[in-house]
Every structure is written in C-alpha cells, then in structure tokens.
T-cell receptor, first 116, second 111 residues
Framework: DVKVTQSSRYLVKRTGEKVFLECVQD?????MFWYRQDPGLGLRLIYF???????EKGDIPEGYSVSREKKERFSLILESASTNQTSMYLC???????????????FGQGTRLTVV | DAKTTQPPSMDCAEGRAANLPCNHS???????VYWYRQIHSQGPQYIIH???NNETNEMASLIITEDRKSSTLILPHATLRDTAVYYC????????????FGTGTRLTIIP
C-alpha cells in the first residue's frame, strides 16, 4: 500500500522557534509538495520539488523554506515560527515525467501545528 | 489565478446521485481534469481523472464537456460517508508543475 508519512500529527511550538516538518514517501515519486490548509482558504501550495535538491516556490512561500536531500524525504522549515503559521500542513507526492499514466497525488495525514 | 471554479457548498439526499460541477474555461489541450476529496481530518484522496473522454471507476464517474471547459463529478448513490470537500483541479499528467487546489465544494449528504 502506498504511503506518505508525516512525522507528527500534532505539534506545538513557541514563537521564534525553528520548526522542521518532515515528510517521507515510499513510492519512489519524483514530485513532492507542501500545502497549508486554513478554514475558508482551501489548500494553498507553499513549495514543491520535482527532483532531489530541486525546489520551486508555490503560492505562499514567505516564511518557509524546504529541503530535499533524498528522493523520499521533503522537509518544510519554518525559520522563525510565528502565530500566523498556526495551520494544518499537508505533504503530498506524485510521479513525475518518467512515470506511467497514473500521476495522481498521494497525501499524508497532515500535521496540525500550533504556534504559541 | 484560479484555474477552476466550483460552488462552495452543495447538499444531496442519501441514495441519490450527487452531481458536482466544475468550470475550467482556460484549460489547455494537454491538461487533465483531476478530482480529489477530503474527508474531515484526513488528507485529500484521489477520486478520478480524465482528459476528454468520460471516465468511470468504482468511486465515481467524470463527465467532461466536448469543449472541455467544464466537467461534472457524479457519485451515483451517495452515502453519508461521501460527505466531504471535493476539489477539481487541472494539470498536466506528466510534468513538473505545481498542483494548485482551490477551496473546493463542501458536499453534505443528508439522511
């Protein structure tokens, strides 16, 4: 069974802390994505990566950075957490250019981050 | 710049067909229409996708208009477990591009 695993389901951090959200996929997917989800705003793309060490800004990258040192792992970094980054964070992965027809995205269960 | 527009909410009686519309008037020739749904407290789940032909799987049917500017997701016999937010997105099936979700349609199945 395919799997995207996020390291924490719930996380509470203090303002100003550096926060790492980890995501691992076991499907050998090229593409990985980080979203945040807030009431009334839907899923908004923060960053995505289509290969190891490659990254592209999504729609709301400010205040975040990412790291993809290995194909299976995509980390979201909050350099200095702020209260307006309290949100549900979702990671996803999908096949890339060299894949077959089914390139749907698979999502993790999400990390609910609270910054106090 | 939203690529799709969907109604914010819909209700459907249990056992009836739920028809969820999506407009994607700026879709390009090599972009697919994908549908996902998100049940409360879970990550989104893939439902179905198509290019120009109608598609059916064990979960739903997808009807795409001939001009490809709109589509309809059909859940043939809605159950209470189909209550969820449904997202319609367009993207290339291959390629390294961002997947952009909108706010979706919140579907409520009424007993």
């Amino acid at each position: 069974d395919v799997k995207v695993t996020q390291s924490s389901r719930y996380l509470v951090k203090r303002t100003g802390e550096k926060v790492f959200l980890e995501c691992v996929q076991d499907m050998d997917h090229e593409n990985m994505f980080w979203y945040r989800q807030d009431p009334g705003l839907g899923l908004r793309l923060i960053y995505f990566s289509y290969d190891v060490k490659m990254k592209e800004k999504g729609d709301i990258p400010e205040g975040y950075s990412v790291s993809r040192e290995k194909k299976e792992r995509f980390s979201l970094i909050l350099e200095s957490a702020s209260t307006n980054q309290t949100s549900m964070y979702l990671c996803a992965s999908s096949s890339g250019v060299r894949a077959a027809m089914n390139t749907e995205a698979f999502f993790g269960q999400g990390t609910r981050l609270t910054v106090v | 710049d939203a690529k799709t527009t969907q109604p914010p909410s819909m209700d459907c009686a249990e056992g009836r067909a739920a028809n969820l519309p999506c407009n994607h008037s700026t879709i390009s020739g090599n972009e697919y229409v994908y549908w996902y749904r998100q049940i409360h407290s879970q990550g989104p789940q893939y439902i179905i996708h198509g290019l120009k032909n109608n598609e059916t799987n064990e979960m739903a049917s997808l009807i795409i208009t001939e001009d490809r500017k709109s589509s309809t997701l059909i859940l043939p016999h809605a159950t209470l477990r189909d209550t969820a937010v449904y997202y319609c997105i367009v993207c290339h099936s291959f390629g390294n591009e961002k997947l952009t979700f909108g706010t979706g349609t919140r579907l409520t199945i009424i007993p």
